[in-house]
């Protein structure tokens, strides 16, 4: 089956600064990739996604790259923000059953 | 707007008492999913549903089972409750464009 790792497990930034958060996938057949926020005591939610005909997507101060070739995908945080500071999730998906990293605690210092 | 909802959001139970876990949406989605997450694990997939009475399991399905007589609900049940399943369960559903739509999950606690 699909195994995601996701690296760092925690990132701490200082207001402002760009954060990046990397994920890679095994099975070829993945071909979509979304990434998940979920902020402390709420659900996740979808922020960004991706699908395998795409290398690139912005979506304001948020991006996701692909690089099927390597099976790795990230995403990037400009400009952060203190409201950005919550876990996000990478996963991935042959069809509709989604696998999920681990996720990553982001903190942003004011 | 989506919505999912669950049954309970704190839920204390009993070791080997039988423990049912509910969910329903609103938007007529095909797929349902039950996670269950844990500091450090991520979200595991339990079971999921594509369509009524149809079920598959997932990467951890021991020790629960699933139950979707009508579209819109999604029933996880623990035959007999343990310890090692206290833990945060999220409920989710999709239609065929992928994006799942999580519940605000119900935190379980066996005793």
């Known amino acids: 089956g699909e195994n995601v790792e996701q690296h760092p497990s925690t990132l701490s930034v200082q207001e402002g600064d760009s954060a990046v958060i990397k994920c890679t996938y095994s099975?070829?057949?993945?071909?979509?990739f979304p990434w998940y926020k979920q902020e402390l005591g709420k659900r996740p939610q979808l922020i960004i996604d991706i699908r395998s005909n795409v290398g690139e997507k912005k979506d304001q101060r948020i991006a996701v790259t692909l690089n099927k070739t390597a099976k790795h995908f990230s995403l990037h945080i400009t400009e952060t923000q203190p409201e950005d500071s919550a876990v996000y999730f990478c996963a991935a998906s042959s069809n509709y059953k989604l696998t999920f990293g681990k996720g990553t605690l982001l903190t942003v210092n004011p | 707007d989506v919505k999912v909802t669950q049954s309970s959001r704190y839920l204390v139970k009993r070791t080997g008492e039988k423990v049912f876990l509910e969910c329903v949406q609103d938007m007529d989605h095909e797929n349902m999913f039950w996670y269950r997450q844990d500091p450090g694990l991520g979200l595991r997939l339990i079971y999921f549903s594509y369509d009524v009475k149809m079920k598959e399991k997932g990467d951890i399905p021991e020790g629960y089972s699933v139950s979707r007589e009508k579209k819109e609900r999604f029933s996880l049940i623990l035959e007999s409750a343990s310890t090692n399943q206290t833990s945060m369960y999220l409920c989710?559903?999709?239609?065929?464009?992928?994006?799942?739509?999580f519940g605000p999950g119900t935190r379980l606690t066996v005793t």
């Open positions: 989710a559903s999709s239609s065929l464009g992928y994006e799942q739509y």
């Open positions: 099975d070829s057949a993945s071909n979509y």
